[in-house]
């Protein structure tokens, strides 16, 4: 089976307050992009890794590729102004024989190798699949006032990370519905439900973090000493 994964790399990190990207800050010496991509690169489920990125970025991760020996990273596609954006222009490169086609965050270095392989073969045989962790805290629903109208049912919520993993057909199908209808989404799950795709969850880890802000920062540090994939 055929397997790639797109990785939307083309945002600024505003929420973190440097002057480059958060993708390409440093997490033990080494950017915080690499530590995403040796975990595809060590995954014998995925065959080609395809960044989004912006056009000046192009030449950092043809670098990335030579000098952390990424064979299976394809070359760069432009990213867009929006996640969304930078994903439909990946899939237009993406190889021809991929049968499921998983989507990662930049900024997610702690994704296990089970989570990566559960979340393939889930969708292989369930059409669409997410990572996601159980809730923790209880969780309200409240007014745009702030007033609280309920709460909910922390039994049946849950974090949602990624990898989302999804038979090709399905991304594809759901990326043109969505342009169709001018539907915009961060979460390329909610893109499939639109068209009847209800994912599968795998259940994922709590050190799989998503890093946006400098506290996130602090935390990956952390969890970089002891985090094995």
Known sequence: ????????????????????????????????????????????????????????????????????????????????ERRQDSIANALKVVDADAEIISVHDAVRPFVHLREITQSIETAKYFGASIVAVRAKDTMKQASTDGRVERTLNRASL????????????ILVDAYDFAFRNDIVATDDSYLAEQIGILPIIVEGSYENIKITTPDDLLLAELLAKRFIP
């Open 1 to 80: 089976m055929f397997a790639s994964v797109i990785i939307p790399a083309a945002g600024f990190g505003e929420r973190m307050g440097a002057t480059i990207g958060k993708q390409f800050l440093l997490l033990n010496e080494k950017p915080i992009l690499v530590h995403t991509l040796e975990r595809f690169q060590s995954c014998a489920d995925i065959q080609e890794i395809i960044v989004a990125t912006q056009r000046s970025s192009f030449p950092i991760i043809e670098e990335f590729k030579k000098k952390y020996s990424l064979s299976k990273l394809k070359a760069p596609v432009e990213g867009g």
């Open 158 to 169: 849950w974090n949602v990370q990624t990898p989302q993993s999804f038979q090709r057909k």
